[in-house]
T-cell receptor, first 113, second 115 residues
Framework: GQQLNQSPQSMFIQEGEDVSMNCTSS?????WLWYKQDPGEGPVLLIA?????ELTSNGRLTAQFGITRKDSFLNISASIPSDVGIYFC?????????????FGQGTTLQVKP | KAGVTQTPRYLIKTRGQQVTLSCSPI?????VSWYQQTPGQGLQFLFE???????NKGNFPGRFSGRQFSNSRSEMNVSTLELGDSALYLC??????????????FGDGTRLSIL
């Protein structure tokens, strides 16, 4: 099925460093969502973006809805060990208007204390 | 506020059997979507139910079916299980109204293993 291109696939960083990941799509998206999934649990919604150019923060997390509506990025500042997990971007495809949530492949983040 | 509840958390079945998974959405949410998560394919959309009707459907075979009850609770059924059906099945709920783009909130999933 259709997927978003999410990069990088994995990151191994030192505690305190900043992290950046992004997602791109070949089609326009109406909404971008960022989720975090811990082992054995379901994805937890971090940030929701609804408008092109929108920049939204949630604590140390900041995400932006790209101007072209075909991309989004997530930044984590001053990483801590509990940031470890898999981060997914997801969006609703604006061209099809189906309401079906499409996911990126995920970015696995590891933080070294 | 209670989150999305999925039962059971774990299931072991054998090929050819069928299975039913249950999902209780967040109170007030009328839309329930189901996803299959595997290491190889990631998160794949199965279907969405809203007001007891299937509103969207992904590209899965007819062995995968679902339904939604008047209280918005949903069940997913998989018949004639195959080894490849081993996966984490996630349910997500949203308000379901106000147009597309409503954030979906996930349960912790049902881990289905096929022997």
């Amino acid at each position: 099925g259709q997927q978003l291109n999410q990069s990088p696939q994995s990151m191994f960083i030192q505690e305190g460093e900043d992290v950046s990941m992004n997602c791109t799509s070949s089609s326009i998206f109406n909404t971008w969502l960022w989720y975090k999934q811990d082992p054995g649990e379901g994805p937890v919604l971090l940030i929701a973006l609804y408008k092109a150019g929108e920049l939204t923060s949630n604590g140390r997390l900041t995400a932006q809805f790209g101007i072209t509506r075909k991309d989004s990025f997530l930044n984590i500042s001053a990483s801590i060990p509990s940031d470890v997990g898999i981060y997914f971007c997801a969006g609703f495809d604006g061209s099809s208007n189906t309401g079906k949530l499409i996911f990126g492949q995920g970015t696995t983040l590891q933080v070294k204390p | 506020k209670a989150g999305v509840t999925q039962t059971p958390r774990y299931l072991i079945k054998t090929r050819g059997q069928q299975v039913t998974l249950s999902c209780s959405p967040i109170s007030g949410h009328r839309s329930v979507s189901w996803y299959q998560q595997t290491p190889g394919q990631g998160l794949q959309f199965l279907f969405e139910y809203f007001s007891e009707t299937q509103r969207n459907k992904g590209n899965f075979p007819g062995r995968f079916s679902g339904r939604q009850f008047s209280n918005s609770r949903s069940e997913m059924n998989v018949s004639t299980l195959e080894l490849g059906d081993s996966a984490l099945y996630l349910c997500a709920s949203s308000l379901g109204t106000g147009g597309v783009g409503q954030p979906q909130h996930f349960g912790d999933g049902t881990r289905l293993s096929i022997l």
